[in-house]
């Protein structure tokens, strides 16, 4: 078996990875590059094989960067079988849809602007039907359940704790009477995550493939992080403006209105008019209800589907999220995109952003070339729609919220492992990964390598 590496190499996107294996071609993630425009311009460079020649793909879980190409292979030819756990797939199903429609926006946009300057037109990367046909395809599998998907080939999905239905992939393969194993892990959720289980710890393994997205840091103790949250909620309400929290509508928003709930006398949040302005988020949390077996289900009340916040309305509709906007001060909204590169939270941030009454509060990674890693690096103006706009808010960056595990969440997962087995790292930022490897080294980790893009390693 041999893993050949075709994305989220020295950088936090863009998850690819092709298992050989048995006399098969196996596609580990279809991850979408997001940030910057020529980032995301890469998502129509095609794979180094033609799609007719994968057997079958696999997925870790239903974050665009791991699943967001999915479509794009199926509209090149791809009709073999998609694996994923069950509630992935159910995510999956709202999460492609969503990006075949903003996808299909930009190209009207962009095409708009071509067809008055006499340029040809564009094609948008997928549409909503390509990600309709791409769920027909989906199998799905659940938790600790062997599955042979090819002969002499198999996977296993393990609780990865990121968010609802993630996995840590093993793909073992049996030839001749030898086995190997690779364990991918995916993306490894906090163990003091509020809502999840910890990551799955795992013994066996010829080869790793790990994560290093928070490689060179330690998040902050979770309990400073909630009294953080406080003063960031009693300063707000001292200042008398609004309250933005550019959310990722799966796991990071249900995690937060856990929280908000639990403390919502201790963060004085009854005074507050809580938006959450996501279509695709409030659809998630429909999702996290159906699936509250594979989580401890604090977010929600006994037999109610709503969560467990008496203050929080729904802006569904455009029509309610246009509304919000008339409100100067007295407002917490809870929008998309976590970066900031689309969605509602770009409206709400030419609205409030300039005002020294508002507080921004980031939960979540902001990606090199993001709108949101613009602001959260400081940045004195931004630019929406062609209009340059300055930045009076008061920025927080609150790190303990964070879906990954940090640097001793993935050393304590890497120590599970007997014998030290040889670790590739991937999904992460060059000096992240360095501080990571060095940190393993030190650990006894004997064989600890920095992923290359289109580099093949033979597992075993």
């Given at each position: 078996?041999?893993?050949?590496?075709?994305?989220a190499?020295?950088?936090?996107?863009?998850?690819?990875?092709?298992i050989h294996?048995?006399?098969?071609?196996?596609?580990?993630e279809?991850?979408?590059i997001?940030?910057?425009?020529?980032?995301?311009a890469?998502?129509?460079?095609?794979?180094p094989?033609?799609?007719?020649?994968?057997d079958?793909?696999?997925?870790?879980?239903?974050?665009?960067?791991?699943?967001?190409?999915?479509?794009?292979l199926?509209?090149?030819g791809?009709?073999?079988p998609?694996?994923m756990?069950?509630?992935?797939?159910?995510?999956?199903?709202?999460?492609?849809?969503?990006?075949?429609?903003?996808?299909?926006?930009?190209?009207?946009w962009e095409?708009?602007?071509?067809?008055?300057k006499?340029?040809?037109?564009?094609?948008p990367?997928?549409?909503?039907d390509?990600?309709?046909?791409?769920?027909?395809?989906?199998?799905?599998?659940g938790?600790?359940?062997?599955?042979?998907?090819?002969?002499g080939?198999?996977?296993?999905?393990?609780?990865?704790?990121h968010?609802?239905?993630?996995?840590?992939?093993?793909?073992?393969?049996?030839n001749?009477?030898?086995?190997?194993?690779l364990?991918?892990?995916?993306?490894?959720?906090?163990?003091?995550s509020?809502?999840?289980?910890g990551?799955?710890?795992?013994r066996?393994?010829?080869?790793?493939?790990?994560?290093?997205?928070?490689?060179?840091?330690?998040?902050?103790?979770?309990?400073?992080t909630?009294?953080?949250?406080?003063?960031?909620?009693?300063?707000?309400?001292a200042?008398?403006?609004?309250?933005?929290?550019?959310?990722?509508?799966?796991?990071?928003?249900?995690?937060l209105?856990?929280l908000?709930?639990?403390?919502?006398?201790?963060w004085?949040?009854?005074?507050w008019?809580?938006?959450?302005?996501s279509?695709?988020?409030?659809?998630?949390?429909?999702?996290?209800?159906?699936?509250?077996?594979?989580?401890?289900?604090?977010?929600f009340?006994?037999?109610?589907?709503?969560?467990?916040?008496?203050?929080?309305e729904?802006?569904?509709?455009?029509?309610d999220?246009?509304?919000?906007?008339?409100?100067?001060?007295?407002?917490?909204?809870?929008?998309?995109?976590?970066?900031?590169?689309?969605?509602?939270?770009?409206?709400?941030?030419?609205?409030?952003?300039?005002?020294?009454?508002?507080h921004?509060i980031?939960?979540?990674?902001?990606?090199?070339?993001?709108?949101?890693?613009?602001?959260v690096d400081?940045a004195?103006?931004i630019?929406l729609?062609?209009?340059?706009?300055?930045v009076?808010?008061?920025?927080?960056?609150v790190?303990?919220?964070?879906a990954?595990?940090?640097?001793?969440?993935?050393?304590?997962?890497?120590?599970?492992?007997?014998?030290?087995?040889p670790?590739?790292?991937?999904?992460?930022?060059?000096?992240?990964?360095a501080?990571l490897a060095?940190?393993?080294?030190?650990?006894?980790?004997h064989?600890?390598?920095i992923?290359?893009?289109?580099?093949?390693?033979?597992?075993g």
């Amino acid at each position: 078996m041999e893993i050949e590496f075709l994305g989220a190499t020295g950088e936090v996107t863009g998850s690819r990875y092709l298992i050989h294996a048995a006399g098969h071609r196996v596609l580990l993630e279809c991850g979408q590059i997001q940030g910057s425009h020529a980032d995301q311009a890469r998502n129509v460079e095609p794979l180094p094989l033609p799609v007719d020649q994968i057997d079958a793909v696999v997925i870790s879980h239903a974050h665009i960067d791991h699943s967001g190409r999915l479509p794009l292979l199926v509209r090149h030819g791809y009709s073999g079988p998609i694996y994923m756990q069950h509630a992935s797939r159910a995510l999956c199903e709202i999460m492609l849809r969503d990006s075949g429609y903003l996808h299909e926006k930009d190209a009207q946009w962009e095409n708009k602007k071509r067809e008055r300057k006499g340029l040809e037109p564009v094609t948008p990367l997928f549409t909503r039907d390509d990600a309709e046909q791409t769920m027909g395809l989906i199998k799905s599998v659940g938790y600790d359940t062997a599955k042979e998907i090819l002969p002499g080939l198999s996977i296993c999905f393990r609780d990865a704790g990121h968010i609802l239905g993630s996995a840590i992939v093993e793909i073992q393969t049996q030839n001749d009477g030898a086995t190997q194993k690779l364990v991918f892990s995916g993306d490894l959720g906090q163990a003091e995550s509020p809502l999840m289980e910890g990551p799955a710890k795992i013994r066996e393994a010829d080869l790793v493939v790990m994560e290093s997205t928070y490689g060179n840091r330690l998040h902050r103790p979770f309990e400073a992080t909630l009294a953080e949250l406080a003063e960031i909620f009693s300063a707000a309400n001292a200042s008398g403006g609004n309250i933005l929290i550019p959310a990722f509508a799966v796991g990071r928003t249900q995690d937060l209105l856990y929280l908000m709930a639990k403390h919502f006398d201790d963060w004085g949040l009854g005074g507050w008019k809580i938006f959450l302005d996501s279509p695709m988020a409030i659809q998630a949390t429909d999702v996290y209800y159906r699936y509250r077996n594979l989580y401890e289900a604090k977010l929600f009340r006994d037999g109610s589907a709503r969560p467990d916040l008496r203050n929080l309305e729904m802006s569904r509709t455009s029509e309610d999220s246009i509304a919000i906007n008339t409100l100067k001060s007295g407002a917490i909204i809870i929008a998309g995109s976590g970066m900031c590169t689309g969605g509602r939270i770009k409206h709400h941030l030419k609205n409030n952003i300039w005002r020294k009454a508002c507080h921004i509060i980031f939960v979540g990674f902001q990606a090199r070339g993001t709108l949101g890693r613009k602001i959260v690096d400081g940045a004195e103006r931004i630019r929406l729609w062609g209009e340059t706009i300055n930045v009076g808010a008061t920025v927080h960056t609150v790190g303990g919220l964070s879906a990954h595990a940090d640097q001793q969440g993935l050393l304590d997962w890497y120590a599970g492992f007997k014998g030290k087995p040889p670790v590739y790292l991937v999904h992460g930022e060059p000096k992240n990964q360095a501080v990571l490897a060095a940190r393993l080294r030190e650990a006894g980790g004997h064989d600890v390598h920095i992923a290359k893009y289109r580099q093949r390693v033979r597992v075993g």
